[in-house]
């Protein structure tokens, strides 16, 4: 039976590389018979963490935004994607927000058991996305019923649109999805 799959998109670039692998990336795990949503953090309205922490006692946050929506989305998917372009060396700042903002879950019940990571950069290797991951892995440790399941690194693309020219990049975007 398939998973339920969210892919949440985190660049805001027009022609934005990541968003294009993740749409790629989501083709395929459709094609495997997946139940799959990507969204995108594009014109959403996402504001800081104030870190009041109400939502440990409530379950919600003060601040209303997009983020409500979004935060049941997160909780009653099976695997989650964060998709990101690297920025130095780390996860772009409005990912890090969207995590931050995931807070109300800590003390719930949520269905994610995998959790998977897909950049872009303008580096090449491993190390490009390395602390990155690292972050990520950070707050999957403190949602202890999922695991860090793998990732997918764009890289050697700089300007909006390179992916959308790249076979080779978006093929491998397409198997990443399918394998999910
Ligand atoms: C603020 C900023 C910081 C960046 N830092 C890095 C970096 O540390 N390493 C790297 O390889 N590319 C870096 N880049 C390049 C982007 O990762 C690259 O352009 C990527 O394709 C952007 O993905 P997007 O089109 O999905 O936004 C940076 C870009 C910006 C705007």
Excluded: H
């Excluded at 459709?30 to 939502?55: H, I, T």
């Amino acid at each position: 039976m398939g998973k339920k799959i969210l892919f949440v998109s985190s660049s805001l670039r027009a022609r934005s590389n990541s968003e294009r692998l993740a749409q790629e990336a989501a083709r395929g795990a459709r094609d495997a018979g997946n139940e799959v949503e990507l969204v995108s953090l594009k014109n959403k309205d996402l504001r800081f963490c104030k870190g009041c922490l109400v939502c440990q006692k409530t379950g919600k946050c003060v601040i209303q935004d997009d983020m409500t929506e979004m935060i049941a989305k997160v909780q009653s998917a099976d695997a989650l994607v964060f998709v990101t372009p690297i920025y130095y060396y780390e996860l772009s700042g409005q990912l890090k927000t969207f995590l931050d903002r995931c807070n109300p879950l800590f003390p719930q019940e949520y269905a994610f058991r995998e959790v998977y990571l897909m950049t872009a950069s303008s580096e090449d290797g491993d190390e490009v996305y390395e602390t990155a991951a690292g972050g990520l892995k950070g707050w999957i440790d403190c949602f202890p019923e999922c695991r860090y399941a793998g990732s997918f690194s764009g890289g050697g693309l700089n300007d909006g649109g390179e992916a959308e020219r790249k076979a080779d990049v978006l093929e491998r975007a397409y198997a990443f999805g399918k394998s999910l």
